[in-house]
């Protein structure tokens, strides 16, 4: 069950680095698109906030298929799609229980689980930031007009 746990670690860590590169990424990007969000124009924000969201979304689903390829690995899985489809039930907590890790594996589904949590919070909080600053100069734009 050790080397599980340490397995575990070493996807959560990785996970983690992934969506520190890919949030640092956003947060660049979103900034040098400073001059479309203060816009008056409310598509203008929409677009720049629906791309720092993409970039979220392909960050989680990268994250997802790390967890997958590690279950196939591990030899859990003989095909991509089935441990991609456990890997995103464990990583958004939704948890069917339609399929399961072998009694062997089965603490890296609840790693993944913490791992998922985790990684969604982070990039729920980038986007709420997000969020308000666009909300924030798409309404000191029009005040300014």
Do not use: K
Not at 68 to 73: D, H, N, P
Not at 85 to 97: H, K, P
Not at 102 to 111: E, N, T
């Amino acid at each position: 069950m050790l080397i599980n746990i340490l397995i575990g670690m070493v996807m959560m860590t990785t996970c983690l680095l992934l969506q520190s590169v890919l949030l640092l990424l956003t947060l660049r990007i979103y900034r040098s698109r400073a001059s479309i969000i203060d816009s008056p124009s409310i598509f203008s924000s929409i677009r720049v906030v629906n791309g720092v969201m993409w970039i979220l979304v392909l960050g989680t689903s990268a994250q997802i298929a790390a967890w997958a390829q590690l279950y196939i690995w591990i030899g859990e899985f003989d095909y991509f799609a089935d441990a991609f489809y456990f890997s995103a039930v464990s990583f958004s907590t939704l948890g069917y229980g339609d399929i399961v890790l072998s009694v062997s594996y089965r603490i890296l589904g609840a790693l993944e689980a913490v791992n998922g949590v985790l990684m969604i919070g982070v990039s729920t909080a980038v986007l709420m930031s997000v969020f308000q600053d666009a909300i924030r100069r798409a309404l000191s734009a029009r005040h300014h007009e």
